[in-house]
C-alpha cells in the first residue's frame, strides 16, 4: 500500500523535479527571454515608484502646465503640471496590483470550479457546465462594463465586474485538465492507497495541471491590463487623479491634436507591458509543452 501512494506521489511531483529543464527551454527562446526581462523590469520598477519616482505623482503645479521635458520633469508635465514620468512609474504599480487583484479572483473561482467539475462528474459537471455555457454565451467585456455600471465607479466594482464574468472560460479549461488527469494510472494508485477525495483533487489533480494554470495566468495578465486601462479610460475603473494609465489617457484625450505626447507616454507603456506578458507566457507555454 505505501508503494502504491510513493508511486502516485512521485507522479504528482515530477513536474517539480523538471524545473531546471524548463527553466533552459526558457533560456533558448530568445522571445521569451526579451519579455522575461521587460516583465521583470516593469516589476521591479512597480515595486520602487516611491523611490525612484522624480516628483509627487499626484501634485498639481499650473505654472509648470504641459512643459516639456526637463531634468526634474523627466517626460514634461501634462494639462495639470503634474510630473508624467512620475504617473507612468506610479501606473505600473497600480496596473499590477489592479491585474493581480482581478486574476486572483478569477482564478479562485474558476480553479475549484473547475475541478470539481471535471473530479466530480455526473450530474455536478452536468449542471456546472450548463452553468459555464450561459456565461460563455454572453459577451464578456460588454456584461462586465454593464456590471461595473450598474454599480458606482471604483477600483474595487471594476474588480469584482471583470472576474464575475471572466472566469467561466477558465474554469472550462481546468476541468478539462482535471478530467484528462483522472484518467491517468497513477490516479487509480491514488486511490488504491485510500487518498480521500481533498488529497486527490489537491495533491494530485492540482499540482499536476499547476504548470498550465501558470501560463494561463502569464497569458491572462497583459489582457488584463488592458481591460483595466479600458474601463479606466472610461470613467468606471480607477478615478482622477489616481496615476494609472488609462486616467491618464481619458485625462489626455482632450489635448490630443495640441499634445499628442500625452496619450502616447502611456499607450506606450501599456503596449509594451502587455507584448511582454504575452511573450513570457508564449515561453511558458511552449517550454513546458515540449
Known amino acids: 500500500m505505501m508503494q502504491v501512494k510513493t508511486q502516485a506521489i512521485k507522479r504528482s511531483n515530477a513536474w517539480f523535479h523538471s524545473s531546471d529543464g524548463i527553466i533552459n527551454r526558457i533560456l533558448t527562446q530568445k522571445a521569451a527571454v526579451f519579455g522575461f526581462v521587460i516583465v521583470a523590469l516593469i516589476i521591479i520598477i512597480a515595486i520602487t515608484a516611491s523611490v525612484i519616482a522624480p516628483n509627487d505623482p499626484l501634485k498639481v503645479n499650473m505654472s509648470m502646465r504641459l512643459k516639456g521635458p526637463s531634468s526634474l520633469y523627466w517626460l ?8 508624467i514620468a512620475s504617473r507612468l512609474i506610479w501606473g505600473a504599480r497600480m496596473s499590477l ?25 455526473g450530474r455536478i459537471d452536468t449542471f456546472i457546465m450548463r452553468t459555464i455555457d450561459i456565461f460563455l454565451s454572453l459577451p464578456t467585456f460588454l456584461m462586465a462594463l454593464a456590471i461595473a455600471g450598474m454599480l458606482e465607479p471604483s477600483v474595487k466594482n471594476m474588480i469584482i465586474a471583470m472576474a464575475s464574468v471572466w472566469w467561466a472560460p477558465y474554469a472550462r479549461i481546468i476541468r478539462g485538465m482535471a478530467m484528462q488527469i483522472k484518467q491517468q494510472d497513477f490516479m487509480l494508485a491514488a486511490k488504491a492507497a485510500a487518498c480521500t477525495h481533498s488529497q486527490i483533487i489537491f495533491r494530485h489533480i492540482l499540482r499536476n495541471i499547476a504548470p498550465s494554470i501558470i501560463v494561463m495566468a502569464t497569458l491572462e495578465i497583459g489582457s488584463i491590463i488592458l481591460a483595466i486601462a479600458s474601463f479606466s479610460f472610461i470613467g468606471l475603473g480607477a478615478q482622477p487623479p489616481t496615476p494609472e494609465w488609462g486616467v491618464m489617457l481619458s485625462d489626455s484625450k482632450e489635448f490630443m491634436q495640441t499634445q499628442p505626447q500625452l496619450m502616447i507616454y502611456p499607450g506606450v507603456a501599456i503596449m509594451i507591458t502587455v507584448m511582454a506578458f504575452n511573450l513570457l507566457g508564449e515561453g511558458l507555454k511552449n517550454a513546458i509543452q515540449n
Open 76 to 83: 514634461g508635465t501634462d494639462n495639470l503640471g503634474r510630473c
Open 97 to 121: 496590483i489592479y491585474s493581480m487583484c482581478v486574476l486572483g479572483l478569477m482564478m479562485a473561482i474558476s480553479i475549484p470550479i473547475g475541478l470539481l467539475s471535471g473530479y466530480a462528474g
